[in-house]
């Protein structure tokens, strides 16, 4: 796994797009077909695995102290994003650089969706959320809800306060330790940028609750995941986070 604290060959850090503090974030990992996921690859992509199967995420997480280009946005800095994920690699040389692909991004403000759309070209749509977050001596409850077709969808988990490092070739590892983003514009373009935060700390989930209209926020492909368990549901406490300015056509 790439330790983000060290700057691959080539790879020097550049202008700062977007800071924040990304907190509480749930992970509800689902293991699906490649096929399903192949129509969605950026170029110059391909699939990442683990222990041979391939993985969507439904991830839930507050977003605080946000800044753009080192400007703090007003009103807008903190609120819930909702989002689905998948994840590839890339090849460069010998090295590999291992990324996440967005299906889709959900903010509840419409002028923080256009600027990323807008800016970084990527997949947002804007819906009312909220959220509960309840700590209380060695537990903690942390749900996320949006409103879609004049429903309120959840993801909640139930977990321990204490938190630990990650286990080398964990779920948590593979899920977490993605540092590039990878953007589909159509068939011959797509786009890379860089994230930066440390490697993050982990809590034991002791059960959750996911209600997702799977089809209406994410298209007819993700249908099925109405009907699915998620393979493993996992947290991440979350720290300071950096994505860079800079993009590299593929």
Request: glycine share 4%; aromatic share 14%.
């Amino acid at each position: 796994m790439e330790n983000v604290n060290l700057i691959p060959a080539g790879d020097k850090i550049g202008t700062t797009f977007l800071s924040a503090k990304w907190e509480n974030l749930i992970m509800a990992n689902y293991a699906v077909s490649p096929e399903i996921l192949k129509p969605y690859l950026p170029k110059g992509t391909e699939l990442d695995y683990y222990h041979g199967e391939t993985f969507v995420s439904l991830v839930g997480f507050m977003f605080k102290k946000t800044s753009l280009f080192n400007i703090p946005i007003p009103f807008l800095g903190t609120f819930e994003e909702i989002n689905l994920r998948f994840y590839v690699t890339r090849k460069v040389g010998d090295s590999i650089k291992r990324g996440v692909v967005f299906i889709n991004e959900t903010v509840p403000y419409r002028l923080v969706a256009w600027l990323a759309n807008k800016l970084y070209k990527e997949h947002y749509t804007a819906v009312r959320t909220r959220n509960a977050i309840l700590v209380s001596g060695t537990a903690k409850t942390i749900r996320y809800e949006w409103e879609v077709k004049n429903a309120w969808n959840h993801l909640e988990i139930n977990a321990l306060t204490d938190s630990m490092p990650m286990q080398a070739d964990s779920m948590e590892e593979f899920i977490f330790e993605h540092y590039f983003g990878y953007t589909r514009i159509n068939e011959e373009k797509s786009l890379e940028y860089r994230i930066r935060h440390p490697r993050w700390q982990i809590t034991d989930v002791s059960s959750y609750s996911i209600n997702c209209d799977f089809e209406s926020m994410y298209g007819k492909d993700f249908k099925f995941l109405n009907n699915c368990q998620p393979s493993s549901v996992i947290f991440a406490d979350g720290s300071n986070v950096t994505v860079d300015w800079k993009r590299r056509k593929l």
